[in-house]
């Protein structure tokens, strides 16, 4: 039983961080390509285009 | 955990990232300086016609000298350059990170990632997040035209999910019905189709568009497969 209670509580945990380190991927990928702030569009300026995003 | 997900996430992401810069200079960076003259309109798209051909093929060499000295104008050209590379890394961490969270949830659900198995990830990683979204909006050169923006923000984030979930369907389902729904879910984005402007008056040639386009997913292609062949080799090697 405890044994079980550990192993899904462990299940648990590796999917929370499945979803943490998921998240901080795509809020970075927000930022560095999406965010529309000017100094931070002219940067990431010629990365956004050689990625094909839909920034401007 | 985390710190083995982050970690390897980050490092093949970076490391990816600085293979992706130094393709982009190699291919990319040049159409984009042309682009601009035409943006700018340093250069005329059909300013010579009758011989448009000869003069299209002119125009990019000729003036690549310029554009160095134009891009002075917005701060050195170095600066800009440094700027690519150091977003170029954050996009390619960020992708990484996505991979290996990827490569995590496979995990949780019993199907272990081999180093072996990191260019197939790699590229469906690419598929999902620059090939499908680019067949309803090429990458596009400085000077094209485009519809709203918040449309096509919506259509490319719904197309990398759907592409995603369609991909990883039929990599790890069994049997027919999950099958039938990642071909329904590949299928959907293009099915409803991209949001397109009613005209065009984009300044810069098509033809340099064109070229833009390919090479970006042919660099992007690259980088990706170099990023999961690097971050499954980290991961099984942490394993």
Redesign the interface.
């Known amino acids: 039983m405890n044994a079980m209670t550990q192993s899904a509580a462990k299940?648990s945990?590796?999917?929370l961080?499945?979803?943490?380190?998921?998240l901080?991927?795509?809020t970075?990928?927000f930022v560095?390509?999406?965010a529309q702030s000017a100094a931070l569009h002219?940067?990431?300026h010629?990365?956004?285009?050689?990625?094909?995003?839909?920034?401007? | 955990m985390i710190q083995r997900m982050l970690a390897g996430g980050l490092v093949a992401g970076f490391a990816a990232g600085l293979f992706a810069a130094l393709l982009h200079f190699a291919f990319i960076q040049e159409l984009i300086l042309v682009g601009e003259q035409y943006e700018t309109g340093a250069i005329i798209h059909f300013a010579e016609t009758g011989d448009s051909t000869a003069s299209h093929d002119h125009a990019p060499g000729e003036d690549d000298e310029h554009a160095h000295g134009d891009s002075g104008a917005e701060g050195s050209a170095f600066a800009r350059n440094a700027l690519t590379v150091l977003f170029t890394g954050l996009i390619y961490a960020a992708y990484g990170l996505i991979l290996v969270a990827g490569f995590a949830l496979a995990e949780h659900f019993g199907r272990r990632v081999e180093a072996s198995h990191g260019v197939l990830w790699g590229i469906a990683g690419f598929a999902s997040l620059q090939l499908a979204p680019a067949m309803g909006l090429p990458p596009e050169l400085p000077g094209t035209i485009a519809a709203e923006l918040i449309q096509r923000q919506v259509w490319w984030l719904g197309t990398i999910l759907a592409t995603g979930a369609g991909l990883a369907l039929l990599a790890f389902g069994r049997g027919l019905l999950p099958a039938v729904i990642a071909g329904a879910l590949l299928a959907a984005p293009h099915v409803i189709g991209a949001p397109h402007p009613d005209q065009y008056w984009g300044v810069a040639p098509p033809e340099v568009g064109a070229e833009f386009a390919a090479r970006v997913l042919g660099v992007g292609l690259a980088a990706w497969a170099a990023l999961g062949w690097l971050a499954a080799r980290l991961w099984s090697a942490q394993s």
């Open positions: 299940t945990t590796g999917l961080s499945v979803i943490f380190v998921a901080v991927g795509a970075l990928l560095a390509g999406h002219d940067a990431a010629d990365m956004r285009h050689a990625t094909g995003f839909p920034c401007h």
